[in-house]
């Protein structure tokens, strides 16, 4: 019996941006593309194009470099939004436009402030015009989660006969259970049948987005929308890796359909979102965390001992998590076992970034006994951010005794090559090393957020800094992030990438809620 396939549909860089603090720049969203087509996803949401010129460039970057996969912009049932998500996907050799309209009473009557009968109308009119761009449309009914039933067929019917051949039904408030999403599934498949692929789109506010879209699929749903590490609005989406895993292990009930998705490329890629956006997957995260395949406890270790499959469902490797990986990096280790590794890790990198990634590594290497892949990461993320470095750290030292008061002397490098030094005090040493900054260059911080982790393990672990500053009071806070093996230089390079990103971003700014920066 030949199988269906699932479309694998990833919203990491829409939905999954919108998760506060996960904002990502242009090299970032390339990079993530580029592991997502790598991973097997079949269309990549690369953003909403008419949201900021920030989006719609990565969109139009994205949809030059991906081959395989489709490329899709977000967009309101709005001309100039479609135009915008038109525009942006036009290089890609696959392209889809996604437009979406609320069709629950509530939206429609406190967000739209609109009638049904404008609604479809506004619907059917947006779906016309995408046709004009593209021929793969997709339609989704916002809140259909809590749309009513007859209301629904009517406009699917209209956006059907306009020209979508993607119908989804999100559950955006996440308020369904796997039963009602099974129920109402299958009397819309069994209304549209083959006129449309029926796809879901499950937000996690209740824990079941998971749950929902496997029942969905079980009622004939075609297409899943879901993102790494189920990143998302609010409490996230369905995770990708939970979805394709639980159709691969349960393959016995699932044994009517299959995806497109390289497992073993599920690990890299989570790996990737976190060191880029700096959310981690919590520990006992299904699939990813930490401790998804750990065994603490005497009696699950011994029996995993005498076999694995006592407490294990599926073997790591499936996943990509090679508990055996026996190449270890350190100083006397050669550009080959490093790109190998990197690639391992879910980074392509163009000769000149490669030759970059391996300078920085062997002066890592020099300081640092073990170079774990943690380090690597970080080290590679951290380059990938292009912000033009109008200021560069060069040396920092730092007077701090109890009861006396704080100082920084800092050393910065301007990109014309000049350097200045300067000293002051401040309420802390951070306070102190930010004041003198502000000094140095003359714009004047407020530091919004400050969060320091280290990236791998042992007492030369790095040091990952990120800040949030404001270096205006009409303006949102900038991120910044800084790595090193000490603390302190981090922090200030973590505000320098705050700057440099203001700074390279000043004009943007207004248009744009919020950029990225990064030094290391
Ligand atoms: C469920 C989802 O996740 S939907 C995607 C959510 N993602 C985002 O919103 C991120 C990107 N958003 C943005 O950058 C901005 O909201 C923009 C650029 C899209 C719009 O900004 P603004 O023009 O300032 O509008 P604002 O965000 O304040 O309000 C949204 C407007 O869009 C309207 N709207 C909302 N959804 C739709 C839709 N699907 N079709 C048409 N209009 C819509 C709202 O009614 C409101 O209109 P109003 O200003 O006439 O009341
Ligand atoms: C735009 C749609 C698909 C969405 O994100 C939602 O409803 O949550």
Known sequence: MSKEHIVIFDTTL?????????????EEKIQIASQLEKLGVDVIEAGFAAASPGDFDAIARIAQRVKNSTVCSLARALEKDIKAAGDAIAAAPKKRIHTFIATSPIHMEYKLRMKPDEVIKR????????????????FSLEDAGRSEMGFMKEIIDATISAGAGTINIPDTVGILLPQEVAERIAELKAFIGNRAIISVHNHNDLGLAVANSLAAIQSGARQVECTINGLGERAGNAALEEIVMALKVRSDVFDNVETGINTRE????????????????????????????AHESGIHQDGVLKNKQTYEIFAPEEIGLDVNDTL????????AAFKDKLEKLGFTLDEEELNEAFARFKELADKKKDIYDDDLRALVTSQMTNIEKTWELVALQLMDSTGGVPSAAVTIRKNDGSEVTDAGIGDGTIDAVFKTIDRITGYHGLLKDYKVKSVSQGKDALASVTVQVAFNDNEPAVIGHGLSIDTMFASAKAYLGALNSYISM???LKKRPQGSGCNV
């Open 328 to 335: 270890v990096l350190g100083k006397h280790s050669g550009r």
């Open 123 to 138: 619907a059917v009119e947006a779906v016309q015009y995408a046709r004009t761009f593209v021929d793969d449309v997709e």
């Open 14 to 26: 829409r939905d999954g941006e919108q998760s506060p603090g996960a904002s990502m720049n242009t």
């Open 506 to 508: 000043e004009g943007m």
């Open 266 to 293: 599920i690990y890299p890629t989570s790996r990737l979102i976190a060191s880029i956006t700096g959310i981690e997957p919590q520990p006992n995260k299904a699939i990813v965390g930490k401790n998804a395949f």
